[in-house]
């Protein structure tokens, strides 16, 4: 049976959905990102974003899509962090009661947040045992919805929404660089930009230790990788969704990947220049950009998605200061 995958449509369903309650966040310039890259660079600030990532987007389309019947059973869901905190955040907005299941080298920060927004959280070990399985093993004994953190239509269509505000906001782009862990805001973002800029090419972003996208990319179908290890710890999926590989190998250009130290080096050039905190996974983008791992003409016009903010400061610093 075909996969039935998200559209366009379903984009600007969710961005009805959204209004009034994410927020619309800015788009930010830099001369000096210009004059490294040799063009013109939009950032999408989703570091700004209501619990600090673009996850908020789709876990709140997500929950908004349930019956009544499923919003009283609840929600449970698996993630490293920003996911978790996007669902236990809308689940408070909602008034649903949620489960995160998160690995236990999540950031503190992220895990504290997701606590704090009211979620119960349970956690595992990423590197022996099956979050997939645990869920599973879950629902069957709680009865709640799974929501995954990104091959779920609402979740991807939710996503979408930040490509397509950005689109709206600068106009049409020859180059849109979007970090890429499971493919929820890739697969999003890859819909908004073929109905608003045609023409736009749009490349993911992935940690160099956990390439599994570049890989399926290349071989044609979805490769699995053992857990990676990675700073960009929003990116560390072993593999990507079913939708959102359909619509990736559909509408994507290319996937790129990117080291750690070319992360630290971008995030450190959005505290120095931009006065901004990005979260590694939100650097990927970037950090694409500035180390040349995309070559791009003089002038053209490049929106970059930053995905997020959400880091342990005691990381940050350690970050900040490395040389």
């Known amino acids: 049976m075909s996969l039935v995958l998200p559209t366009y449509d379903d984009v600007v369903h969710a961005s009805a959905t959204l209004n009034g309650v994410a927020h619309r966040t800015p788009v930010m310039t830099s001369r000096t990102a210009d004059r490294l890259t040799g063009a013109r660079m939009f950032f999408k600030c989703e570091n700004l974003q209501r619990m600090g990532a673009f996850k908020f987007r789709g876990g709140y389309n997500a929950i908004a899509n349930l019956t009544p019947e499923q919003k009283r059973a609840g929600v449970l869901t698996y993630s490293s962090g920003n996911h978790a905190q996007a669902i236990a955040l809308s689940g408070k907005l909602l008034n649903v009661a949620t489960i995160i299941i998160m690995p236990e080298d999540a950031p503190a920060a992220k895990k504290a947040a997701t606590e704090e927004y009211g979620a119960t959280v349970v956690t595992y070990d990423r590197y022996t045992q099956s979050r997939d399985e645990i869920a599973a093993e879950m629902q069957k004994q709680t009865g709640m919805v799974l929501i995954p953190p990104y091959d779920h239509l609402h979740v991807i269509a939710g996503q979408g929404t930040a490509a397509k505000e950005l689109i709206e906001d600068v106009g049409e782009l ?142 940050y610093a350690g970050f900040l200061t490395q040389v």
């Open 174 to 315: 020859d180059y849109l660089l979007v970090c890429l862990g499971g493919g929820g805001l890739l697969a999003g973002s890859a819909l908004s930009a073929r109905a608003l800029s045609p023409s736009c090419k749009v490349y993911g972003v992935e940690p160099e230790a956990g390439n599994d996208g570049q890989q399926s990319f290349r071989k044609g179908e979805v490769v699995t990788i053992a857990p990676p290890r990675s700073i960009a710890d929003g990116a560390l999926t072993p593999y990507l969704g079913q939708l959102t590989f359909g619509v990736i190998k559909r509408d994507v250009t290319d996937i790129l990947t990117v080291t750690d130290p070319q992360l630290i080096s971008a995030l450190k050039f959005f505290a120095e220049r931009m006065k901004i905190v990005v979260e590694p996974t939100g650097c990927l983008g970037a950090a694409a950009a500035f180390s040349g791992a995309l070559s791009l003409p003089k002038d053209s016009r490049v929106g970059v998605i930053l995905s997020g903010g959400n880091v342990d400061l005691k990381d």
